[in-house]
């Protein structure tokens, strides 16, 4: 067999794909189901570009066989808004300009929601440690630690 | 076009924080970069690179390759169109010969560097394609290879290419040096005469990367009737497209050329490497091919900033007058000819006015892959040896680094080092508001010291075409054509909001194909706000008068009688006639019976451009025990001219002084013993993360340019120039030895630290 | 490339025996996916042990713990009992890449990367920690320390998997502390480190120690001249110093893109010193 059936849940949704037995979840992300919000920027996990979440966990896609996604519940920068409803998250990169070029965008964000889910009252240091694995080469992260902040702060009196 | 006379204007929607048109899609993953978008019936393309750091290629045997089932299409650079002579590109930053664009796209007789591209395949899957690479017998002569700038300069090195030394280079030198510049004024040994302490010293700083977090990716399609089109991540797609057409022996016309969302570039993305293949690849198999390159590729096969070797001497007198100021420039472009070293030696001085100064450049051949524009190319390193001369002569006389740069700092009408002289300039007043700034003045604790650095970059406009369309409900449609890198369409959307006195959100910009709109140079230079900016405000001013005429015909009067004012066409004065004023918004809606569609166009060469200073200020605290510093603040002080999108202004202050940091701490090029790059991928070329800094903060001055209308200069580049020099200064403050090397790696100062015990 | 998911180690064992051509265990993932990448290795079998019972159990033993071979870093870092017993494991362990790598990397997997300079590893030896081995033949235990013989190679023979990691009980009044080495604060391999544990005696003075070097000798290094240096001592100034300096004598680093032969002998000393420092402080706090 040259390809591998793989039933998995996106965003809430469930699919179903087949991929080669080498093929990371980041390929298959992008190239089988059009999801191109992950993007690959080292495909060595030392970029954060392609994070999703993996059963909850944050992880690089790229360092995660698309077979191993089999049964599990899978969470993209595609699912962040409920539908025209931007996340907080999303709100405030735009509205204090945490993104210049934009291609880091969606691993920090998918990273920075994962922080909030477990830590909704972050400091900038324990920000900027969990972003460690996210590399922005464009606005040497200063507004992306405070857009984290104001949308931390916006959910918690949410 | 000059400064507006009305230089008291007060700006309605300039200098606001609206959010950025292209956000919502950046944020929600939809924005289409270089590599998110396929094509029926798509290739995947792969590209064979050289082991070797310098070999002459005997022979290519494709024939293995080929016939592997599921490969469609080999090329080597016999594949290219013959090129009838030779001619240079010019892309503001960097000119280079098409013959060695197209060299270094592929090989030709010699592999260059370690990851000179030798040959591509175009395959139905991956891995076939990777199987296919495999199956290509290239027939190495392995020679002898020189990485290092200086051993490159010795007349008994590796030559690696010969004959291409331009005619001011004397003779007797390597073939290797090809390139040689010398600027300055006065006499300096009088100057020197005149000092009361003299500082020589020589510095070294390592080769580094953009390091944008997307690789180059490009997607071509040619027709058997001979068109083309590509999509590809690029700062500029004329450029590509112009280059892309002579090596195909193509008419530009023919291909259009489409411009993603680009991941970054920082000049890095003003060149092509993977386009002209892809588009070969294509021609030959008849189907759509895509390259997109792995982060191995990209460190290894794309254009890095040089590396240099600088010898600086200045003279000063005990009050602190800098009396003389000489600094030899040694910068190696790669393996093809570069001009960068000219920059270098043209900006080393720019920040004092001198009485006696010159400079030295000289370009070496090594075998490194060529370099590309970073961020105000070449002056980041003349820049760091001279501050840091001038912040050890100011120790040694123990005066105050800052008052030392005011007593001596260009202001208008100082004679440049590099010639022209200059008008209205913002370096004093930088320099006063680092003064005045609570971190100059801060106590600092055990252990920590304090830098500081000027620097400067000049800013270009050049060629560039808006076309602006008035639409019937109101709205207006802007067509630029240069890639938005970090928010330039917001900028853009906001100069011809002020402009129509329209609100920004009734403006929408959008990035022209290389079919739909005039030439644009390459996103570089500074050059988008300034000089897009300037062609918007002249196709607002061109539209403005088509709309005051429309006016004038409503109201049956001179066209000369009615202006435009607060978003409306008004009659000019009593005399001219009584009529209610007419709106944008009015007008436009009964275009269609008043003469047709209203639109305003521009095209033009932007001259005018105003030089940017800035000055940062950064403390450092450096671990005694194991070398390591932490950068504990950093603040960042420029002239920005009139800044257009404030938020934008600070990112490209705090973006440009991260990279600068991480210049001066951790990033290298590091090449082995076999001359093969060792630290080709994130983990071992070390960008900073969010956990190694601080907040960068910032402070925009506006000293209008009087170039542009609304007093706009370029802001993106200078803030790379003085992290280097304010990093080292803080660091040799810090342990009481003076660091002469780039980039201060931790085993390099806890050596330092270790001698000075 | 087969890739297959076996739902007993037995199973998994007898794959990869039977297996004529080149084989990787996947846990996390982490180094397996950045080699196959980076085209290092083209194995033509993948066993994912992440389906087999227990492989991410952590479940008491003995006054210690079994952390199963595909526990990630998340996963360990959250559990509170290992924590409070083995701190300096756990940092050791959570060190390693960025929060998305320790998503999935596994301390199993760091041991059988065979990298001298794996964070997870010592700790691991500093705390004698003990694998669980299943082979094609059954299963056996062995002591961490022995399982790296070389870089990128182990003691582990053909159709070998480590099935879990045991962290020992450990006496009242023990600590144990992990520091290395990297030029930035994340995201970087190890240029130097130190692992200590240690237990304090009723009197105060350290009644036993350990002391583990890692990515400054072919292997990590369990250094006995260093560890004795603490013995009887309530460490102070003079005694860190003849720590540091058994330590640095015991490296054997080479020259490298991450660090030079008398940059990591000397911060090694240097991290040793401060590792011992924290596990003396923790071994204080848990009488």
Known sequence: MKTIQVATTINGDSAEFVCGHDETLLDALRNRLGLTGAKEGCGTGDCGACSVRLDDRLVCSCLVLAAEAEGARIDTIEGLAQGETLHPLQQSFIDLAALQCGICTPGILVAAKALLDRNPEPTDTEIRYWLAGNLCRCTGYDKIVRAVQDAAAKMRSA | MALDSSSKRVFKVVGTRPPRPDGVDKVTGRALYGADVSAPGMLVGRILRSPHAHARIRAIDTTAAEALPGVKAVVTARDFARLEGDKIIDMGEDRTSLRDVRDNCLARDKALYDGHAVAAVAALTPEIARAALKLIAVDYEILPHVIDVDAAMRPDAPVVLAGRAHENVPGGMSPNVTNHSEFGHGDLEAGFAQADRIVERSFTTAATHQGYIEPHACLASVTGDGRADLWCCTQGQYNVRDICADLMGMQASQLRVTASEIGGGFGGKTVVFIEPVALLLARKSGRPVKIVMSREEVFRATGPTVSASIDVRIGMARDGRITAGEAVLRYSGGAFPCETVDMGAQAAFACYDLRAVRTLGWNVLTNRPKEAAYRAPGAPQAIYAVESVVDELCQGFGLDPLEVRLKNAARKGTKSSYGPTFEAIGLEATLEAAKAHPHYSAPLGPGQGRGLSAGFWFNFGGNTSVSLSVNTDGTVGITEGNPDIGGSRASISLMAAEELGIPYERVRTAIADTSSLGHNDVTDGSRVTFAVGLATIKAARDAKQKMCARAARIWGIDEEAVLWEDGAAKPSGPNAGDFPPMTLAEIAAVSFKTGGPIAGHNEAHADGAGVSFGVHICDVEVDRETGATKVLRYTVIQDAGKAVHPDYVEGQMQGGAVQGIGWALNEEYIYGEDGRLQNAGFLDYRVPVASDLPNIDTVILEIPNPGHPYGVRGVGETPIVPPLAALSNAVSRAIGQRMTRLPMSPPRVLEAINAGR | ?287
């Open chain 3, 1 to 287: 490339m087969r890739y297959v998911r076996p739902e007993t180690a037995e199973e998994a064992a007898d794959l990869l025996g039977r297996e004529e051509g080149v084989s990787r265990i996947l846990a996390g993932g982490t180094d397996v996916l950045v080699q196959l990448k980076s085209g290092l290795v083209e194995p033509d079998l993948i066993v994912d042990i992440k389906r087999i019972a227990g492989m991410r159990d952590i479940t008491p033993e003995d006054g210690g713990f079994r952390i199963g071979a595909a526990v990630s870093g998340a996963m360990l870092g959250e559990h509170a009992g290992v924590k409070a017993l083995w701190p300096g494991v756990v940092e050791g362990f959570e060190l390693i890449g960025s929060t998305q790598v320790q998503g999935r990397a596994t301390m199993a997997g760091n041991l059988c990367n065979g990298s001298p300079a794996g964070d997870a590893v010592p700790s691991l030896v500093a705390a004698a920690a003990v694998a669980r081995i299943q082979g094609p033949g059954g299963t056996r235990d062995c002591p961490v320390a022995e399982i790296p013989v070389g870089p990128g190679r182990t003691a582990l023979g053909k159709g070998e998997i480590i099935t879990s990691i045991l962290l020992p009980a450990r006496p009242a009044r023990s600590g144990d502390a992990y520091l290395r080495f990297i030029p930035r604060t994340e995201m970087d391999i190890a240029v130097a480190s130190a692992a200590v544990s240690l237990t304090l005696g009723a009197d105060g003075r350290v009644a036993a120690a350990r002391v583990a070097l890692g990515a400054v000798a072919p292997t990590v290094r369990l250094v006995d001249a260093a560890a004795e240096c603490l013995l009887g001592t309530g460490l102070e100034e003079d005694a860190l110093a003849a720590l540091a300096a058994a330590c640095s004598a015991a490296c054997r680093p080479i020259d490298d893109k991450r660090g030079t032969i008398a940059f990591r002998s000397q911060v090694a000393g240097v991290l040793a010193r401060r590792a011992a420092a924290i596990a003396h402080q923790r071994a204080g706090r848990t009488s």
